[in-house]
């Protein structure tokens, strides 16, 4: 599916992410775990085109995407859910989610879905983005990406800002996605969930990959190790 | 010396109709880290707001402060509710990012300098902004501009530059969002630690740093208060369960 | 030691002007950049034509006149400034241009103190006389007087004032009260505008309702476009209600749109189709330079006469020098294309023929009274009583 | 009354006069920030589209019927041009656009000057838009009725866009937040050059247009865009509703002051009246609020 | 924490250096013409001090420098004016501007105007005390970024305006003909020598004023003002007190440059501080780099000389070489002229200073 073979990235001439090599296969959840700063973010900006790559390549099931320019990469079955709980604030709900069903062929089904998946939306549809509270901003952004129907969702921190209740949801969406056929990209610090949920695991450093694996037994303790030091 | 150290009367706030605070009664004691928890939407940021003068509200806030008495907050503007002593973060952290550590606590430390201080320049730094610098572990950052700190490390220097600025009533919006395990601690043993003179009021979502560090709980649900207590009372009572933690196995089922 | 104090009487400074060579400068200081260039460009035109005329016969005093040309920006300051470099640095002999009153007023200090000479050949509000300066346009009696004599003759007996709001306008708009005042014509409104406004319809719904007999112009430029098409569209004709401009000629006729302003009046010295030699020479020279669809003017006209009468100071003197040249002006005529135009040396302004035109569907206009004869300039309107309050003891 | 009336009509057509510079700036400033100094000029390249269009086909009434959606696309065009060499550049750096095309404007000014000749030049009025109709006693001018017009549908159609057609969905995310646009698989590149081919070719619109009433020079388009960017910052950046509100509202205030006292102290009312307004909606008439700091 | 104390040498050597050039080199190689025009091209170099600090370091565009530029003109040019009058025909009497005009009677405002202290009172404080009002009323308000730029402006267009309606201050031709300057005949060449020396001096005094508020606890925080002012407020500071103090001192320099400015050029008219010669203020801070000390000062020197050697080289197509200047530096050296050097040393590239946008 996704394929990072030497990536570094970073901003202005100073790279943050350095040499990454991952791989995230079909219906596969890998998780990706770091301190703050560790460059996750990074990471997942250079993967959706936001930050050019400045060394190695991009493949999305064997096309090369690292000069494709971002809504392209939508195009082509990418989905990101960036962090920090964004949307457009300026839009109501509706036209949020509207937006991204637009030009598609059942779009009003795809929202009505999503809707279904979070019903707290459903009441907010005409109010204001901008003026939903954190966690209604979250679960809008997620419904978003899931309306153009990716085949690769790329999730920054999805729970972080949520009502536990809801993020017990959200994961149950995330393994429910992968489930049917999705897969995923997930920067997640809740470690029990990332592990629970994800096939695969890495771990980022100061920008490069410290430990990776898969997430069966003794993951966990490889994970803490990596992280600590 | 649990003493009130602000008390919210009936707090009410309406966007045009629509109240997403309705008539909450909430008290800040010193001494405690008090969790503000509930749903997304249930009104929490909008409390902050209004107790910070951003949002119009009706209802009364007062601040007790030993020595001058009790104030009343409403209708004052932002700068003067900050001089009070009442400080307040974001659900971002909001840093200067073109000065140093040093001189975002600086400032922060000089809302009450005369103008004559102001157009000099600064020979030393003053005592409390290199204690709190230690307080918050970035006494190595001293001279980092702000802008390339640690998302963490950011919310440190948020909460630094209110301790300096002598507030004595914190307002945390999600102070650990995207911190990782190690980090939480450490923050939720700053907030111990500076709570110890201070009101300290924390909105949050992660369960077990509140089950951690919480003294007191209060619960905000449709703008409203629905449970106040103890972490046990409030993570017992079935209203909350149903509306915010979940039932217990989903909770349970994923914490660390 | 800090210069000279009040009262002190101070050197000027020196003139570097080189006439050692076979060839003499002189300025074109004209707007062309800003607001004004669409009415500058076309002076500097005229005062190419007339330097090049002069050259191909020889020259002045055997001399070529080389012009040195700079952009006055449409800015005061920026006429100041430049005027300064032209004399000082470039060391011309004398400096053609200039068009609104404020940059002739930016300029005057400029050629007082350096003692040069500046030729300045728009109509303008009077009230002014310097050494320094040859004011080759009109001044108020050679245009604004006559206008009002026209409409009086004509049986004018009420007047609608317009104009855009600086000092020409104002100063007309003076003289025409203290005018009316004394003729017995009523002066029903005055209305300015912001130079270059567009917004006429409350002006003009005014004018209409007030009813005057007339309507007396002096707006300025690209408002002239606006305000007649408005005029127009109210329902008002020159039949009706004649307007009297005085700062509308050929080249504005154009802009405006013949259809929204024919039949309509203007004053000035000199129209193209005035008949004369020395103007069927002017217009064809001109057009033969410029292109067959270019129109003359009046201001231009007065650019090109000004550097012949220059020329022939100079002649006259035998010199290029400021103070012979100011020694000789007095009497020093030119067959210019308005006809016989001789310079008054007491006041340096020139004696020039008042013509009131009407705008005929050819975008020219044509002459449907005159002077008889060219009129004395009278800048402090000393010859007239009613005028008494108006001017200052000079 | 017929003062009333006349006054009542005279802010209507100045205020729709407004509306009409203003719109595209409602577009390139109101929506994409970007403070393009240039757009006088673009409204003076449709004024000398009109012109240029009318020496061609001659007939007064065919010509602006032609030169009203060429001027579009001739603004327009200016307006992509602009956007892909320079703008395109410099969208994290709004105050600086206002520099750069500044510089622009003076160079096309200049242009102007040295195609069309510095003097203004003629664009007829067609035979049926000339003269007036009586409306309750005051005679109104027809080419302002067809510029009120044209204002009403230009206004509508742009609204309309904006609010209920995916296009519009589009340039208002975009606006928002780029990135974010980008991950939802818009092409901001896309919208931004539309967006401001859109923008640009309204002050195209506007130059068509403004022939009917004024002149057309070099400096002609300088004239109103002072008046336009106040509209579009009395009536809150990229809200069309409050550019409606506040053109004619300027406009309106402008004729009353032209009434009682001078025009030109009308400008120094207007600007007074402004002042005082945004005492009391610092953010312009209709705004949208967002929680956002900053 | 070095970066904090360090007391940088290099601004005193560069002082004396620039305090050299200007006393010193400037008077022996310029001819008196030239002078006269650096002496000129200085005032707008004070102009550009304040706006660096206004807007580089406050984020305050402000489109609007014209207008106090033109009250310090104005006031200086009236007593000028009354200085003259009273010089040729008495004191008291009427200036020669508005007996053209059909003045006959002093208007009771000019009447202060005759003394000399009391001008140059009002030029320190009128045009300051309007700054502080208007930046009070609009910065409590918080309107900011666009909407402050775009209302300054409306403010130049409106003054300037309102200028050439007032025919007791000359109208549209505006106050010329100065014949004295406190006393000193303004047309010896050694006098016009000392007003260079004027202008040079005011201008090393506003750089200074400028090095001590940008070096002092308030510059730091009218830059975090810039950056974050919701956050300022919210450790207990009115943002826009601070703001307005930067404002004021933006328009008391402008102020002051107005009125050296008018007898070095001879005539002040509402032609020079309306909204093009605003927007030209701002340009040369652009060019030479906003967010610097010296980039305003080296920009506008270089605008404006520019403008003139173009002008003349170029009568007629100056403008063109004029729009492309502002253009290409402005799109392609985001922090200036003075940002050259920075990239020469390729210091890292911090975050661009952030945007004073909205
Ligand atoms: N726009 C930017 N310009 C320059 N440096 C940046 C920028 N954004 C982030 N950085 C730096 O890049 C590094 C990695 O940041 P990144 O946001 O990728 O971390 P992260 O792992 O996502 O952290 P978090 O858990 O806080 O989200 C940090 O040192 C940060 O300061
Ligand atoms: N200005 C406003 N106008 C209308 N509704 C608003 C406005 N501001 C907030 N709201 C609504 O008020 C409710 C409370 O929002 P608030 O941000 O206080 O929630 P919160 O408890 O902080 O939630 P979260 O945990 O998700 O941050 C939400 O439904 C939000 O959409
Ligand atoms: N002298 C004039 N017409 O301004
Ligand atoms: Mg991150
Ligand atoms: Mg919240």
């Given at each position: 599916m996704l394929t990072l073979r030497n990536l570094t990235c970073g901003y202005g001439r100073t790279p943050v992410v350095h040499d990454v090599n991952l791989d995230v296969g079909t219906d596969q959840v890998v998780a990706v775990m770091g301190h703050n700063g560790a460059g996750k973010t990074t990471l997942l900006r250079a993967v959706v085109g936001l930050l050019p790559a400045m060394t190695g390549t991009i493949e999305l099931d064997g096309r090369d995407l690292t000069r494709t320019p971002t809504h392209r990469r939508i195009a082509h079955g990418m989905a990101y859910v960036p962090q920090g709980q964004q949307c457009f604030a300026h839009l109501t709900a509706g036209e949020n989610l509207r937006l991204v069903a637009d030009g598609r062929k059942h779009g009003k089904t795809l929202i009505d879905e999503q809707l279904d998946r979070f019903p707290a939306l459903r009441p907010l549809q005409n109010r204001q983005a901008g003026l939903l509270s954190g966690g209604q901003r979250q679960q809008l952004a997620i419904a978003r990406a899931l309306i153009t129907e990716p085949r690769l969702l790329i999730l920054d921190e999805p729970t972080e800002g949520i009502q536990p209740n809801v993020v017990a949801e959200i994961e149950a969406a995330i393994v429910d996605l992968a489930r049917s056929g999705l897969s995923v990209l997930l920067v997640e610090q809740h470690l029990g969930f990332a592990l629970q949920a994800a096939a695969q695991y890495a771990v980022l450093r100061s920008g490069r990959v410290a430990s990776h694996g898969a997430t069966g037994a003794g993951a966990r303790e490889r994970v803490r190790e990596a992280m600590a030091i | 010396m649990n003493t009130i150290a602000l008390t919210c009367t009936d707090i009410t706030v309406d966007f045009d109709g629509f109240k997403a605070v309705n008539g909450v009664d909430l008290e800040l004691a010193r001494g405690e880290v008090h969790f503000l928890i509930g749903p997304n939407g249930a009104g929490k940021t909008t409390l902050v707001d209004a107790i910070t003068g951003l949002t119009p509200y009706t209802g009364s806030v007062t601040k007790d402060t030993p020595g001058t008495g009790a104030v009343e907050l409403r209708g004052k503007k932002v700068h003067h509710i900050a001089r009070t002593g009442i400080g307040r973060t974001f659900q971002t952290a909001t840093v200067f990012d073109n000065l140093t550590v040093a001189q975002n606590l600086d400032i922060a430390a000089g809302a009450h300098r005369t103008p004559w201080t102001l157009l000099r320049r600064r020979r030393h730094l003053p005592e409390t902004v290199t204690a709190t610098m230690d307080r918050i572990g970035l006494t190595g950052h001293a001279d980092t501009p702000a802008g390339i700190l640690a998302h963490g490390q950011k919310q440190w220097l948020e909460i630094g530059m209110l301790l300096v600025g002598d507030a004595d009533v914190l307002l945390l919006d999600e102070p650990i969002a995207g911190m990782g395990h190690d980090e939480r601690e450490t923050t939720g043993r700053l907030l111990h630690d500076i709570a110890a003179d201070r009101a300290v009021a924390v909105v949050e979502h992660d369960m077990d740093f509140m089950r951690a560090f919480a003294s007191r709980v209060t619960v905000l649900h449709a703008g409203a208060v629905l449970a106040t207590g103890s972490v046990d009372d409030v993570s017992t009572d079935p209203r909350v369960q149903a509306v915010y933690l979940g039932t217990k196995e989903t909770a349970d089922a994923h914490t660390a | 030691?800090?210069?000279?104090?009040?009262?002190?009487?101070?050197?000027?400074?020196?003139?570097?002007?080189?006439?050692?060579?076979?060839?003499?400068?002189?300025?074109?200081?004209?707007?062309?950049?800003?607001?004004?260039?669409?009415?500058?460009?076309?002076?500097?035109?005229?005062?190419?034509?007339?330097?090049?005329?002069?050259?191909?016969?020889?020259?002045?005093?055997?001399?070529?006149?080389?012009?040195?040309?700079?952009?006055?920006?449409?800015?005061?300051?920026?006429?100041?400034?430049?005027?300064?470099?032209?004399?000082?640095?470039?060391?011309?002999?004398?400096?053609?241009?200039?068009?609104?009153?404020?940059?002739?007023?930016?300029?005057?200090?400029?050629?007082?103190?350096?003692?040069?000479?500046?030729?300045?050949?728009?109509?303008?509000?009077?009230?002014?006389?310097?050494?320094?300066?040859?004011?080759?346009?009109?001044?108020?009696?050679?245009?604004?007087?006559?206008?009002?004599?026209?409409?009086?003759?004509?049986?004018?007996?009420?007047?609608?004032?317009?104009?855009?709001?600086?000092?020409?306008?104002?100063?007309?708009?003076?003289?025409?009260?203290?005018?009316?005042?004394?003729?017995?014509?009523?002066?029903?409104?005055?209305?300015?505008?912001?130079?270059?406004?567009?917004?006429?319809?409350?002006?003009?719904?005014?004018?209409?309702?007030?009813?005057?007999?007339?309507?007396?112009?002096?707006?300025?430029?690209?408002?002239?476009?606006?305000?007649?098409?408005?005029?127009?569209?109210?329902?008002?004709?020159?039949?009706?209600?004649?307007?009297?401009?005085?700062?509308?000629?050929?080249?504005?006729?154009?802009?405006?749109?013949?259809?929204?302003?024919?039949?309509?009046?203007?004053?000035?010295?000199?129209?193209?189709?005035?008949?004369?030699?020395?103007?069927?020479?002017?217009?064809?020279?001109?057009?033969?330079?410029?292109?067959?669809?270019?129109?003359?003017?009046?201001?231009?006209?007065?650019?090109?006469?000004?550097?012949?009468?220059?020329?022939?100071?100079?002649?006259?003197?035998?010199?290029?020098?400021?103070?012979?040249?100011?020694?000789?002006?007095?009497?020093?005529?030119?067959?210019?294309?308005?006809?016989?135009?001789?310079?008054?040396?007491?006041?340096?302004?020139?004696?020039?023929?008042?013509?009131?035109?009407?705008?005929?569907?050819?975008?020219?206009?044509?002459?449907?009274?005159?002077s008889e004869g060219a009129i004395e300039p009278d800048p402090f309107l000393d010859g007239y009583d009613w005028a008494a309050d108006l001017t200052v003891s000079k | 009354m017929d003062l009333l009336v006349g006054q009542l009509f005279t802010g209507l057509s100045t205020g729709s006069i407004l509306l009409l510079a203003a719109l595209g700036l409602s577009l390139t400033f109101g929506q994409m920030g970007v403070i393009n100094m240039a757009h006088g000029e673009f409204i003076m390249a449709g004024c000398y589209t009109a012109y240029v269009v009318q020496q061609i086909a001659g007939d007064a009434g065919v010509s602006l019927l032609i030169a009203l959606p060429l001027g579009f696309a001739v603004g327009g065009a200016m307006g992509l041009v602009l956007e892909a060499l320079l703008i395109r550049h410099l969208y994290h750096r709004p105050l600086d656009t206002l520099l750069v095309t500044f510089g622009v404007g003076l160079i096309l000014q200049q242009v102007a000057r040295d195609v069309f000749g510095a003097p203004a030049v003629n664009v007829s009025v067609p035979p049926a838009l000339r003269g007036g109709v009586d409306l309750l006693g005051v005679t109104v001018p027809k080419t302002r009725l067809f510029i009120m017009g044209l204002a009403i549908v230009a206004v509508t159609a742009v609204a309309l866009v904006l609010r209920f057609t995916p296009a519009g969905r589009r340039i208002r995310a975009v606006v928002g937040n780029r990135d974010l646009a980008e991950t939802a698989g818009i092409s901001s590149r896309a919208v931004d050059a539309g967006t401001f081919f859109i923008g640009s070719g309204l002050a195209g619109v506007a130059g068509v247009a403004l022939t009917l009433i004024g002149s057309t020079s070099p400096t002609t388009g300088q004239s109103y865009l002072v008046d336009a960017f106040l509209v579009v910052v009395a009536g809150g950046l990229g809200r069309i509703k409050g550019a409606v509100v506040a053109a004619v509202a300027l406009g309106a205030t402008q004729a009353v002051f032209e009434t009682y006292s001078t025009a030109s102290l009308a400008k120094v009312g207007v600007f007074i009246v402004i002042v005082v307004f945004l005492q009391l909606r610092p953010q312009g008439l209709f705004t949208l609020r967002t929680r956002s700091l900053a | 924490m070095n970066r904090f104390f360090a007391s940088r040498p290099g601004t005193w050597a560069g002082f004396a250096a620039a305090a050299a050039v200007l006393f010193g080199l400037a008077p022996l190689v310029l001819s008196g013409f030239r002078l006269g025009l650096l002496a000129q091209f200085l005032c707008y170099a004070i102009v550009a001090v304040g706006i660096g600090l206004a807007w580089g370091r406050g984020g305050m565009l402000t489109l609007g420098q014209g207008v106090f530029f033109g009250m310090g003109a104005y006031l200086m040019a009236m007593h000028l004016k009354m200085a003259d009058a009273a010089f040729r025909n008495g004191p008291g009497a009427v200036p020669d501007f508005m007996e053209l005009a059909g003045i006959r009677e002093l208007p009771a405002y000019w009447a202060p105007f005759a003394s000399p202290v009391f001008t140059i009172a009002a030029i320190l404080l009128l045009p300051t005390g309007f700054a502080v009002l208007l930046g009070l009323a609009v910065f409590k308000r918080r309107v900011k970024g666009a909407y402050f730029a775009i209302l300054s402006q409306a403010l130049a267009g409106a003054f300037a305006i309102l200028l050439i309606g007032q025919q007791s201050l000359g109208g549209f031709n505006g106050l010329s003909r100065f014949r004295y300057f406190f006393g000193y005949n303004l047309d010896d060449p050694v006098n016009q020598q000392m007003l260079y020396y004027i202008a040079a001096g005011v201008l090393l005094a506003a750089v200074a004023i400028a090095l001590q508020l940008r070096r002092s606890r308030y510059g730091e925080l009218l830059l975090a003002v810039r950056d974050a002012e919701a956050r300022v407020r919210f450790l207990g500071y009115d943002a826009a007190n601070i703001k307005t103090v930067a404002y004021a001192t933006a328009a008391l320099f402008a102020s002051v440059a107005g009125a050296v400015f008018v007898p070095i050029v001879g005539i002040i008219s509402p032609a020079s501080i309306g909204i093009v010669p605003s927007i030209m203020f701002l340009l040369g801070v652009a060019i030479g780099g906003r967010a610097t000390l010296l980039g305003p000062v080296l920009g506008a020197l270089a605008v404006y000389w520019a403008q003139t050697t173009l002008s003349e080289q170029f009568p007629s197509g100056w403008v063109y070489a004029q729009g492309l200047l502002f253009v290409l530096v402005i799109a392609l050296l985001p922090g200036g002229i003075a940002s050259i050097t920075a990239l020469a040393k390729r210091i890292p590239t911090k975050r661009a200073p952030a945007e004073a946008a909205a």
């Open positions: - | - | 030691a800090c210069g000279s104090r009040a009262g002190e009487e101070t050197q000027a400074a020196e003139s570097c002007v080189d006439t050692s060579g076979d060839t003499v400068k002189v300025g074109a200081l004209n707007s062309l950049s800003g607001t004004m260039a669409i009415s500058e460009t076309t002076v500097r035109d005229a005062i190419y034509l007339a330097v090049d005329e002069i050259n191909a016969a020889g020259g002045v005093l055997d001399k070529k006149i080389e012009i040195v040309a700079e952009d006055g920006a449409s800015e005061p300051t920026v006429f100041a400034e430049k005027a300064e470099k032209l004399i000082r640095e470039d060391c011309v002999a004398a400096v053609f241009g200039g068009w609104t009153s404020a940059s002739r007023k930016a300029m005057l200090p400029v050629f007082e103190d350096n003692d040069s000479l500046l030729y300045y050949p728009v109509q303008y509000e009077g009230l002014e006389a310097s050494e320094n300066i040859f004011y080759t346009g009109a001044t108020t009696n050679q245009q604004i007087i006559p206008a009002l004599d026209y409409l009086a003759e004509t049986g004018v007996k009420s007047l609608y004032l317009v104009g855009s709001d600086y000092v020409f306008p104002r100063t007309a708009n003076a003289i025409i009260n203290a005018y009316a005042e004394a003729h017995g014509i009523e002066v029903l409104g005055e209305d300015y505008v912001t130079l270059g406004s567009t917004e006429f319809s409350t002006i003009v719904n005014q004018v209409k309702s007030a009813g005057a007999d007339a309507v007396f112009n002096t707006l300025n430029g690209d408002s002239n476009v606006a305000f007649f098409r408005e005029y127009a569209n109210v329902g008002l004709t020159a039949e009706q209600m004649p307007v009297m401009s005085v700062s509308i000629a050929e080249e504005e006729v154009g802009g405006i749109g013949v259809e929204n302003i024919e039949g309509q009046l203007a004053a000035w010295n000199y129209y193209q189709t005035v008949e004369s030699p020395a103007n069927a020479a002017f217009v064809a020279a001109f057009k033969a330079e410029y292109g067959a669809d270019r129109v003359t003017s009046d201001p231009m006209e007065a650019a090109y006469t000004s550097v012949h009468l220059w020329a022939a100071t100079a002649e006259k003197a035998g010199s290029f020098a400021v103070a012979d040249i100011q020694g000789a002006a007095d009497g020093v005529s030119f067959d210019a294309p308005e006809g016989t135009v001789v310079i008054d040396g007491a006041n340096h302004h020139v004696t020039k023929t008042a013509r009131i035109g009407e705008i005929s569907a050819d975008g020219l206009l044509h002459t449907v009274w005159e | - | -």
